[in-house]
């Protein structure tokens, strides 16, 4: 039996990545045997067709991949200055171990991984962090141990991130999200009715005919859905509101 069909609450592009793999399950069997070809062929596959002319609009703005370069940049950046203090704790010279212990402090307040944080948490742990070193003293222990590069990498690559970001936020906010809103409540409930149709069959027909088929999308969902509660690093997307629950 197919266990669940609300994803609302995953993000669009998630949300719509999940449905085309579980399309791609679906053509691999004969759905005329299985009298899923209404459910299919009428329903779900118009809907996720609909969906994806829906985001192509998502996809021309063309800021993704830039921004995932200044995030790179920006993670290379910290964990690089991150290294270059902690090789300086233990340098011979005492004022240079004394600069690198401070610069440490400073940083520790950051957690261990600041690269790995979902990226708009990101974007404000580093800001915060730069001003933090921005100071008379601090400016004067990136110099000492010769780590001020770290810093400006760092800076130009996380303002880089920022201006992109919001670029991209105002580019999205244009398009027309009415649509894709249109477009995903259609493909929620296609998708739905198509679950509740195989499993009706599996009562009617017998689950074994069904079960490969139930256990992929089974699979495929809790995946979605525990990736979406998983957190760590994500790369935002649009937000559509959420239709009633399945």
């Keep these: 039996m197919i266990e669940r069909t609300d994803l609302n609450n ?25 009298k899923l070809e209404n459910a299919v062929n009428n329903i779900f596959t118009p809907a996720l067709t609909a969906m994806d002319e829906a985001l192509k609009p998502f996809r021309k703005t063309g800021l993704t991949d830039p921004l995932l370069t200044h995030d790179a940049e920006r993670d290379a950046a910290i ?38 944080l979902p990226q708009r948490e990101q974007t404000g742990a580093m800001a915060n962090l730069l001003q933090d070193l921005d100071t008379n003293q601090g400016r004067a222990d990136l110099t000492a141990i010769i780590a001020t590069p770290w810093a400006l990498a760092l800076q130009t690559a ?17 398009i027309e999200t009415g649509k894709t809103r249109a ?14 149709t195989i499993n009706a069959l599996m009562l009617l027909e017998g689950e074994e005919p069904y079960r490969i088929l139930a256990d992929n999308i089974n699979t495929e969902v809790r995946q979605a859905l525990a990736t979406r509660r998983g957190g760590g690093k994500t790369t935002e997307e649009p937000q559509t509101p959420e239709t009633p629950e399945e």
């Design 10 to 34: 995953l993000r669009v592009m998630d949300f719509f990545q999940t449905l085309t793999d579980i399309a791609a399950h679906l053509n691999n069997e004969d759905l005329a045997v299985l």
């Design 183 to 196: 477009a995903r409540a259609a493909l929620q409930e296609a998708f739905a009715l198509m679950a509740r």
């Design 158 to 174: 996380n303002t880089a991130f920022e201006n992109l970001y919001n670029e991209r936020t105002r580019a999205n906010a244009a």
């Design 79 to 116: 964990v690089g200055l991150s290294a270059h203090v902690r090789a300086f704790l233990a340098y011979p010279q005492t004022d240079k171990a004394q600069a690198a212990a401070r610069l440490k402090l400073i940083i520790d307040k950051y957690g261990r991984s600041p690269q790995n």
